[in-house]
């Protein structure tokens, strides 16, 4: 029985989510086979999640996503924009979105250990 390629260590780690969570988690779902984790509305097609181009990420709300320095995250899923309002976005590719203002300070720190990026290098998501 095929196991949703969001699920990992009992999280649930579906872009859908902001951070991966354990209250979706549903093993009869998640564990129940293709034809069953399909059916989730958390799941997403893993061929779906696109490479970033600005357009990509969805509109980004500078009050939001907005950096005001040219955040340095070593991560190779991570495109850095400069808006026009001075301001920079970050957005992942795994995830198919800008990164907030969190997301962003998180991903510097921490990106050896991320899931999305485990994710994304385990499907051979091109950066
Ligand atoms: S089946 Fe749904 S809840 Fe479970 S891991 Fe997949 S997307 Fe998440
Ligand atoms: S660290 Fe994770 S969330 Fe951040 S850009 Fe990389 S893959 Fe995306």
Request: with cysteine.
């Amino acid at each position: 029985m095929s196991v949703c390629p969001w699920y990992r260590d009992g999280f649930c780690t579906s872009p859908l989510h902001e951070v991966p969570t354990q209250d979706v988690v549903n093993k009869i779902q998640c564990l129940g086979g293709r034809d069953v984790y399909t059916q989730c509305k958390y799941y997403r097609e893993p061929t779906q999640v696109r490479e970033g181009g600005y357009d990509e990420f969805g509109k980004p709300f500078l009050m939001v996503h907005g950096i005001d320095r040219a955040p340095e995250i070593t991560c190779e899923y991570v495109r850095i924009f400069k808006h026009e309002q001075g301001k920079y976005l970050a957005g992942c590719v795994v995830l198919g979105r800008f990164l907030g203002v969190h997301e962003v300070d998180t991903c510097s720190k921490f990106w050896r250990q991320c899931p999305f990026r485990r994710i994304g290098l385990n499907l051979g998501i091109q950066p």
